[in-house]
Structure formats: structure tokens, C-alpha cells
């Protein structure tokens, strides 16, 4: 037979009844107990030297009347039989708890099978007493936070959603409570991402109209990069919010619900008293639709701990202690991990940044932040460039970034090209200036960088010999000029010709007279003045 207790006020009528003369059988039907019962504490009450028509009993009195009142059977001659039962079986039962960790219940279906007829009840008690389970663990009521000290938030999967063109998604809950007042806000989102969540937490902060000094988070990822117990390392993300609004993040430990009761039961709260049988078109209905919920449902409700309204509370003694909010939108920043290319560039956002190759050669690793209107990056904390940002496929080059020797090239511009030359030698500049000659100078480009480098590798005094030789026989080519180079052709001197030797060029030279014809017309005509005559000329 289940225990029955038997509270001090039914006592105390027990004993009340009988003093003004009432029968046991009439006191038992009047309070709804055993006549055994009402016997057994009258009995006791006489002997604690009550008596009948007397003075009420004192409080010594009550107290050993209340000893009377203790649970299970007066002596242990019924359960030492079930005891003994059991303790045949308990190794077994220990291995099954703590080898096997079945639960309780399945020991009693696995005991029932083995013809071990005892309730779960008396199974619980042999357990405990037996110390074969954890003892519970008491616990204590932390002390309650000051107003506008400290927010809780949490996720959680509220269902799916459909919306008006017939897609259906997964939405979740993020759940933001004020301990002080139980004043929540909920805004529905689809990802936990960092900007998903910090517009929600914004969104919360407009309607608090203020931010509190400390916020327990939940560990997602976004948040918090490394989930360690003692030394949990938030983003560089987040952080940065964090000091932006001047709060600190303090991230609850993973599978500890009691490092933020208040807000834990707040999701299953918001689930079922808002969004079963709610009707939403689309993600932004929801939104709308939850914050009119938690100002006047959810903050006008009678709540199960406070017995408050934690709406009112919360305008009479929180929202003043409450840090000012501006209002003003935060820009979410990326933040990124990037190595810098064999080109000095980064690629961060799908969009390449040039970067120092002084400071940042390649190899290095930096640190990126963007923005929608700046590109920082840092190397070891220290800012090394910023550019403007660039939508994905874009590039942002500044010249200055590439090594000296890389420039012309990498800009396509034969001046500079045509300027270094000119340090090298007159000649090595003529050439250079004839070597860009024409509509498409960059094309030979390389050619130019390939004439610089014949510097560094024959001396800038040999190559300006070399292209002074090269520019006498009118040959502009940079292969040909390494060639001079290589067979020292430069050096050379160029032979002069004999001084009897009519040069080919003058060999069948005339004078200017021989094609004067008026000259000859004359000699024609005057034969007497020593000219020849006619005849002979014919």
C-alpha cells in the first residue's frame, strides 16, 4: 500500500475533534483518514499529556505528534523479503548500471524477465540504498543579477516555414531574456551566421532601447572560435561588435544549461505559445509578428517565477539601467586568414589586393578585414595596406607594391624602361628609343627587360659599345646584341680600306659634267674651237 502523509494541520484537527468529544469513527470520517490512523495519533497525544476538554497542544507537543508521521511501514518485517531478493542480483544490476549504463527502467524490465517480481519503486530504493546510483546533487540558487547588468541569448529550431511561393525552410529562434525582468525578444532567422546574428542581436537592442554591460552567449561557431571551458577565445568578429557596443562576451560552456537558466526554456516558451498554429508569409512577417508577441504577450504574462508582469517590470526598474543605444546601423566586417600570392596579391572576398613586397614578400600570412567600403590588412597587428573594396572578379593594384625591377613590366610601360636605359649609356638609350619605335610598343617588352639585364650580366660599358656597334649596321635586335656580347664583337675594330683601292661605291663614278648636255650641244656646233667634228662624234 502506497504511503500516505498526513500534514500537520490534519493533525492538529485530529487532535481538536477528539478534545471536544467527537468518536474516533466521526473524526475519521470529518478528516478523511483511517480510523487507525486517528487512533494512532490520539494515542500518541494522551501519552504526550494532552487530554480531553484540556488546553490545544503546544508546539513540543505537535513536534513529537509529527514524528508519529514518517513514510514506509512501521517495521521492516514486509520489505526484508524484497530486499533479499534483490541483493542475490546485485552484481548484476551494478554491472548493468555502471558497465552497460542501462537506465533504471530497462533493469527492471531485465529483472521482471528473470522472474524478479518487485516494483520500480522498491527497485529505485535497494539501488540507492545499496549505493549502486549517483547520489543527486544538491544545488543552490545563484544570486540574482542587478538590473540592466547582463542579457542571456540561446538558439533554437522552431520548424519549418512556407512561404508564399511555396518554399519551405528551416527557422530557427534566436531568444534574448533580461534575467532581471524576464523581458525576452525573439527574432527568427535561417542561419546562425555572425551577420545574421548580430542583426538579430541590433534588433534587440532597438527594442530594449539600450545594450546591457555583459551578454551570456550561446557557443556557435560565428561567435566563439574555440569552445574551451576556461579560456573560451571569441572571433575577431564578434569581439569587435562586442567592443563596438560596449559589452562584454561571456560564452557559456558546452552542455551547461545552468550557465544560462533564464533563457533556456525560452525557445520551447516560443515555440509553443508562437509559432505552432501562427500563419507567417515569409521571414520578415515572422520577424514583425514575433516582436508585437514578446511586447504584448510574452511581457504581459503572469511569469512562473517573479508572479510579475515582465513588461512592467522591466519599463519601472530596468530600461534605465539599461546603456544608451545610438541607433546606429553596425556594419558587420569579414575578417580573414590570406597568404600573399607569387604576384604580391591577396585574395580575399573573390577580389585580389596588392600588398608592400618589402614588408609582405611572398609567403607571408596576414590578417584581412572588409568592409563595404575598405579592404585593412594587418600583418602581426600592425596595418600594412588598405584598399579600397572591390566587387568579386575585381583587383586593386598600387604600382608601388611591386619590386623595382617588376614594374615596367608588370605597368606595360616602355618610358620607364627607356629612362633606366638612358643611365646605362647614350648608346643603350638610342637603342632602347628605337627598339619602341611603332604602334605597339609594349609588345616588346620583354625585349627591353631582356636589354636591362644584359647590363647586370656584360657591364653597362660593353653593352653601350655593344649597341653603338649594333646601331652602325642599323641591327635593332636584343638576340643579335647578346651576341655581339658573347663573341666580343664590340671590341673589335672596324678595318679600313687601302688607300688605292677605289671603293666599290665610287668605282663607276662620273663627274657632274658628263651629264651636262648643253656642254655637249656646244661641241657639236663649233667644230674649228678644237672640238671634234661631227663625224667623228657619230
Same mark, same amino acid.
Given at each position: 500500500?502506497?504511503?500516505?502523509?498526513?500534514?500537520?494541520?490534519?493533525?492538529?484537527?485530529?487532535?481538536?475533534?477528539?478534545?471536544?468529544?467527537?468518536?474516533?469513527?466521526? &473524526? *475519521?470520517?470529518?478528516? @478523511?483518514?483511517?480510523?487507525?490512523?486517528?487512533?494512532?495519533? =490520539?494515542? $500518541? #497525544?494522551?501519552? %504526550?499529556?494532552?487530554?480531553?476538554?484540556?488546553?490545544?497542544?503546544?508546539?513540543?507537543? &505537535? *513536534?513529537?505528534?509529527? @514524528?508519529?508521521?514518517?513514510?514506509?511501514?512501521?517495521?521492516? =518485517?514486509? $520489505? #526484508?523479503?524484497? %530486499?533479499?531478493?534483490?541483493?542475490?542480483?546485485?552484481?548484476?544490476?551494478?554491472?548493468?548500471?555502471?558497465?552497460?549504463?542501462?537506465?533504471?527502467?530497462?533493469?527492471?524490465?531485465?529483472?521482471?524477465?528473470q522472474g524478479v517480481r518487485v516494483s520500480y519503486t522498491t527497485l529505485r530504493r535497494f539501488v540507492r540504498q545499496?549505493?549502486?546510483?549517483?547520489?543527486?546533487?544538491?544545488?543552490?540558487?545563484?544570486?540574482?543579477?542587478?538590473?540592466?547588468?547582463?542579457?542571456?541569448?540561446?538558439?533554437?529550431?522552431?520548424?519549418?516555414?512556407?512561404?508564399?511561393?511555396?518554399?519551405?525552410?528551416?527557422?530557427?529562434?534566436?531568444?534574448?531574456?533580461?534575467?532581471?525582468?524576464?523581458?525576452?525578444?525573439?527574432?527568427?532567422?535561417?542561419?546562425?551566421?555572425?551577420?545574421?546574428?548580430?542583426?538579430?542581436?541590433?534588433?534587440?537592442?532597438?527594442?530594449?532601447?539600450?545594450?546591457?554591460?555583459?551578454?551570456?552567449?550561446?557557443?556557435?561557431?560565428?561567435?566563439?572560435?574555440?569552445?574551451?571551458?576556461?579560456?573560451?577565445?571569441?572571433?575577431?568578429?564578434?569581439?569587435?561588435?562586442?567592443?563596438?557596443?560596449?559589452?562584454?562576451?561571456d560564452p557559456a560552456r558546452v552542455r551547461h544549461p545552468k550557465d544560462k537558466p533564464h533563457v533556456e526554456r525560452?525557445?520551447?516558451?516560443?515555440?509553443?505559445?508562437?509559432?505552432?498554429?501562427?500563419?507567417?508569409?515569409?521571414?520578415?512577417?515572422?520577424?514583425?509578428?514575433?516582436?508585437?508577441?514578446?511586447?504584448?504577450?510574452?511581457?504581459?504574462?503572469?511569469?512562473?517565477?517573479?508572479?510579475?508582469?515582465?513588461?512592467?517590470?522591466?519599463?519601472?526598474?530596468?530600461?534605465?539601467?539599461?546603456?544608451?543605444?545610438?541607433?546606429?546601423?553596425?556594419?558587420?566586417?569579414?575578417?580573414?586568414?590570406?597568404?600573399?600570392?607569387?604576384?604580391?596579391?591577396?585574395?580575399?572576398?573573390?577580389?585580389?589586393?596588392?600588398?608592400?613586397?618589402?614588408?609582405?614578400?611572398?609567403?607571408?600570412?596576414?590578417?584581412?578585414?572588409?568592409?563595404?567600403?575598405?579592404?585593412?590588412?594587418?600583418?602581426?597587428?600592425?596595418?600594412?595596406?588598405?584598399?579600397?573594396?572591390?566587387?568579386?572578379?575585381?583587383?586593386?593594384?598600387?604600382?608601388?607594391?611591386?619590386?623595382?625591377?617588376?614594374?615596367?613590366?608588370?605597368?606595360?610601360?616602355?618610358?620607364?624602361?627607356?629612362?633606366?636605359?638612358?643611365?646605362?649609356?647614350?648608346?643603350?638609350?638610342?637603342?632602347?628609343?628605337?627598339?619602341?619605335?611603332?604602334?605597339?610598343?609594349?609588345?616588346?617588352?620583354?625585349?627591353?627587360?631582356?636589354?636591362?639585364?644584359?647590363?647586370?650580366?656584360?657591364?653597362?660599358?660593353?653593352?653601350?659599345?655593344?649597341?653603338?656597334?649594333?646601331?652602325?649596321?642599323?641591327?635593332?635586335?636584343?638576340?643579335?646584341?647578346?651576341?655581339?656580347?658573347?663573341?666580343?664583337?664590340?671590341?673589335?675594330?672596324?678595318?679600313?680600306?687601302?688607300?688605292?683601292?677605289?671603293?666599290?661605291?665610287?668605282?663607276?663614278?662620273?663627274?657632274?659634267?658628263?651629264?651636262?648636255?648643253?656642254?655637249?650641244?656646244?661641241?657639236?656646233?663649233?667644230?674649228?674651237?678644237?672640238?671634234?667634228?661631227?663625224?667623228?662624234?657619230?
Amino acid at each position: 500500500m502506497a504511503y500516505r502523509e498526513v500534514y500537520r494541520v490534519q493533525i492538529l484537527e485530529v487532535v481538536r475533534r477528539w478534545q471536544l468529544g467527537e468518536s474516533r469513527r466521526s &473524526v *475519521a470520517r470529518a478528516t @478523511g483518514l483511517s480510523r487507525n490512523t486517528v487512533e494512532k495519533y =490520539v494515542r $500518541a #497525544a494522551v501519552a %504526550a499529556g494532552v487530554g480531553q476538554g484540556g488546553s490545544p497542544p503546544g508546539e513540543e507537543v &505537535v *513536534a513529537s505528534l509529527l @514524528g508519529q508521521n514518517q513514510p514506509g511501514p512501521t517495521s521492516g =518485517v514486509a $520489505a #526484508a523479503p524484497l %530486499a533479499a531478493m534483490l541483493e542475490v542480483h546485485r552484481e548484476q544490476i551494478a554491472d548493468w548500471l555502471s558497465q552497460e549504463h542501462l537506465q533504471l527502467t530497462r533493469v527492471h524490465e531485465l529483472l521482471l524477465q528473470q522472474g524478479v517480481r518487485v516494483s520500480y519503486t522498491t527497485l529505485r530504493r535497494f539501488v540507492r540504498q545499496a549505493g549502486l546510483a549517483k547520489a543527486a546533487r544538491s544545488t543552490v540558487r545563484m544570486a540574482e543579477w542587478p538590473p540592466g547588468e547582463v542579457a542571456e541569448m540561446d538558439f533554437g529550431r522552431l520548424g519549418l516555414l512556407t512561404e508564399v511561393s511555396g518554399k519551405r525552410r528551416a527557422v530557427w529562434a534566436l531568444v534574448v531574456v533580461l534575467p532581471y525582468s524576464r523581458h525576452s525578444f525573439v527574432w527568427p532567422l535561417y542561419r546562425q551566421t555572425l551577420e545574421e546574428v548580430i542583426t538579430g542581436l541590433e534588433a534587440a537592442w532597438r527594442f530594449f532601447r539600450g545594450v546591457p554591460r555583459r551578454l551570456i552567449l550561446d557557443n556557435f561557431p560565428a561567435a566563439v572560435a574555440g569552445p574551451d571551458s576556461l579560456e573560451p577565445r571569441p572571433t575577431r568578429g564578434f569581439l569587435e561588435y562586442s567592443q563596438a557596443r560596449g559589452l562584454l562576451a561571456d560564452p557559456a560552456r558546452v552542455r551547461h544549461p545552468k550557465d544560462k537558466p533564464h533563457v533556456e526554456r525560452g525557445v520551447q516558451y516560443t515555440r509553443e505559445r508562437f509559432f505552432k498554429g501562427g500563419s507567417f508569409r515569409d521571414l520578415d512577417d515572422m520577424r514583425l509578428q514575433a516582436e508585437r508577441w514578446c511586447r504584448d504577450v510574452a511581457g504581459l504574462r503572469v511569469h512562473g517565477t517573479t508572479r510579475k508582469l515582465p513588461f512592467e517590470v522591466f519599463l519601472a526598474e530596468e530600461q534605465m539601467h539599461l546603456q544608451a543605444y545610438d541607433g546606429v546601423v553596425y556594419e558587420v566586417p569579414l575578417w580573414r586568414e590570406a597568404k600573399v600570392h607569387l604576384d604580391h596579391h591577396i585574395s580575399f572576398a573573390q577580389a585580389l589586393y596588392s600588398l608592400p613586397s618589402t614588408t609582405c614578400p611572398p609567403g607571408t600570412k596576414v590578417e584581412v578585414r572588409g568592409d563595404s567600403g575598405l579592404v585593412r590588412i594587418y600583418r602581426k597587428g600592425e596595418l600594412v595596406k588598405a584598399h579600397v573594396r572591390r566587387p568579386p572578379g575585381g583587383r586593386a593594384t598600387d604600382a608601388a607594391d611591386y619590386p623595382t625591377e617588376k614594374t615596367p613590366y608588370a605597368l606595360r610601360s616602355s618610358d620607364r624602361i627607356v629612362q633606366q636605359a638612358r643611365e646605362l649609356g647614350a648608346s643603350v638609350a638610342s637603342f632602347a628609343e628605337q627598339l619602341f619605335e611603332g604602334p605597339l610598343p609594349w609588345a616588346k617588352l620583354r625585349q627591353g627587360q631582356k636589354l636591362l639585364r644584359l647590363a647586370e650580366k656584360y657591364s653597362a660599358a660593353r653593352l653601350d659599345a655593344a649597341c653603338a656597334h649594333s646601331l652602325a649596321h642599323e641591327l635593332v635586335d636584343v638576340r643579335r646584341l647578346e651576341r655581339i656580347l658573347v663573341l666580343a664583337l664590340e671590341k673589335r675594330a672596324e678595318p679600313s680600306p687601302p688607300a688605292d683601292v677605289v671603293p666599290l661605291s665610287a668605282r663607276f663614278a662620273r663627274p657632274g659634267s658628263a651629264f651636262d648636255h648643253r656642254r655637249r650641244h656646244r661641241m657639236r656646233a663649233s667644230p674649228g674651237q678644237g672640238c671634234l667634228p661631227l663625224e667623228m662624234l657619230t
